[in-house]
């Protein structure tokens, strides 16, 4: 069955950085768009950046460009998110998402926490 | 602040019938798709919907969707307990060229 399992959350201080990765099982990563998706505590979802399936084209939220970038590795089943200048309002939830064609986020990870704070 | 506007918060007994708002503008809603998700406390959200009023495999009838110019609706018929959830819905905005969701409304079963 289709599985995201992302790490690398923790707490890290503002202005620092981290990298966030995911996991991908149960289906042929190379095939899919990805995406990651926070959620503030107590918040809603907040859409962050897609990757195309070779990594040629990729997209971000203004609230995260020039700060965060993402890239894959297929051959590792991989997607990761590299987060830089990070600020008190990246404190999230965040999820790894697999995007399909018709049926947009259709698999989600169970999220890694990241904790920005002093 | 949300680009997609849904009420924070609606509630129904149990077998009633309820229906959950969306409102967006002609460059999101008007322009695409929509899609709902629902997350239960503590969970990751899940596909509901897609496609305005399509049911991914595992999806009960009982939920059901649709789209209307600017607007779209998740309406859910005989309310459960375990239907007590949030509920986002979204779409890709031509405009800003980012998915956009909305705010999410807190459905509570009384």
């Known amino acids: 069955q289709v599985q995201l399992e992302e790490s690398g959350g923790g707490l890290v201080k503002p202005g620092g950085s981290l990298r966030l990765s995911c996991v991908a099982s149960g289906f042929m990563l190379s095939g899919y768009y990805m995406s990651w998706i926070r959620q503030a505590p107590g918040k809603g979802l907040e859409w962050l950046s897609y990757i195309s399936e070779t990594g040629t084209y990729t997209n971000y939220a203004d609230a995260v460009k020039g700060r965060f970038t993402i890239s894959r590795d297929n051959a590792k089943n991989s997607v990761d998110l590299q987060m830089n200048s990070l600020r008190a309002e990246d404190t999230a939830v965040y999820y790894c998402v697999r995007v399909s064609v018709s049926t947009a986020f259709d698999y989600w990870g169970q999220g890694t926490l990241v904790t920005v704070s002093s | 602040q949300s680009v997609l506007t849904q009420p924070p918060s609606a509630s129904g007994t149990p077998g009633q019938r309820v229906t959950l708002s969306c409102s967006g503008r002609s460059s999101d809603i008007g322009s695409n798709p929509v899609k709902w998700y629902q997350q239960l406390p503590g969970a990751a959200p899940k596909l509901l919907i897609y496609?305005?009023?399509q049911r991914p495999s595992g999806v009960p009838d009982r939920f059901s969707g649709s789209k209307s110019g600017t607007s779209a609706s998740l309406a859910i018929s005989g309310l459960q307990s375990e239907d007590e959830a949030d509920y986002y819905c979204a779409v890709w905005d031509d405009s800003l060229n980012v998915w956009v969701f909305g705010g999410g409304t807190k459905l509570t079963v009384l």
């Open positions: 496609s305005n009023n």
